[in-house]
């Protein structure tokens, strides 16, 4: 029997944005304007905050006086035991299993800096359906990404074809901050981002974990 995902999955919820090489690589050209000159050579991250927290079945909310809201598939990877100064090699016993996160956004306009109007309104990260032990899963790397809006596929990738692999991910980020029991690895999102609207019924699937769904309302 699984545990029931708000028993594990209790922590703070930690975003990696830029970690598939697709975007990545259709942003090359924007780095190498000022400020930055160059690519990211570490983890950007930032937080979704507590009150972004959802769940599978619940409503998501359409800001008013925005333009374009846009949910992003990702792999969500739960520590199952404190992380401080870990090595590539040990990371993965520090993980206790797999979720489906649907990391809603509105549009921003530097990945350097995501900022927290776009990314920290209310019940913009559902979480689940449920929690997946990692035993469970053979390879974390070779998962199937897809969104579906209204039953349509919209997109679809495969964390083969992340940046930062999750052990990668856990050695860089516990190297200058401990992860703690029941945190969330939001992994990335994949590009190709699409828009939302009111009444659409939008579904999070990853080959082992499921399918996420939520409806977006109108606030």
Do not use: W
């Not at 350097?112 to 920290?120: D, F, G, L, N």
């Amino acid at each position: 029997m699984r545990p029931a995902l708000d028993h594990v999955a209790t922590g703070t919820l930690f975003g990696v944005a830029l970690n598939y090489q697709g975007l990545l690589e259709s942003r090359l050209d924007e780095f190498q304007q000022p400020p930055y000159q160059k690519p990211p050579v570490k983890p950007v991250l930032f937080i979704k905050t507590p009150n972004t927290r959802n769940g599978h079945g619940q409503p998501v909310v359409y800001p008013k006086g925005v333009e374009h809201l846009q949910p992003g598939p990702a792999l969500g990877v739960v520590i199952g035991k404190s992380a401080s100064r870990v090595r590539a090699e040990d990371a993965m016993a520090h993980v206790a299993g797999y979720v489906i996160v649907n990391e809603f956004s509105l549009p921003e306009e530097s990945y350097y800096r995501p900022a927290v109007k776009a990314k920290c309104r209310d019940g913009f990260c559902p979480i689940g359906p449920e929690f997946v032990p990692a035993a469970q899963i053979q390879d974390p790397h070779t998962l199937t990404l897809k969104l579906f809006v209204n039953g349509e596929l919209r997109q679809e990738n495969t964390t083969a074809n992340l940046v930062r692999g999750i052990p990668q991910l856990i050695e860089e980020i516990s190297d200058f901050m401990t992860l703690h029991e029941g945190d969330v690895l939001i992994t990335g999102t994949p590009e190709g981002r699409v828009d939302v609207q009111p009444g659409d019924l939008v579904e999070v699937e990853i080959s082992g974990l499921g399918r996420l769904a939520n409806t977006v309302v109108a606030e």
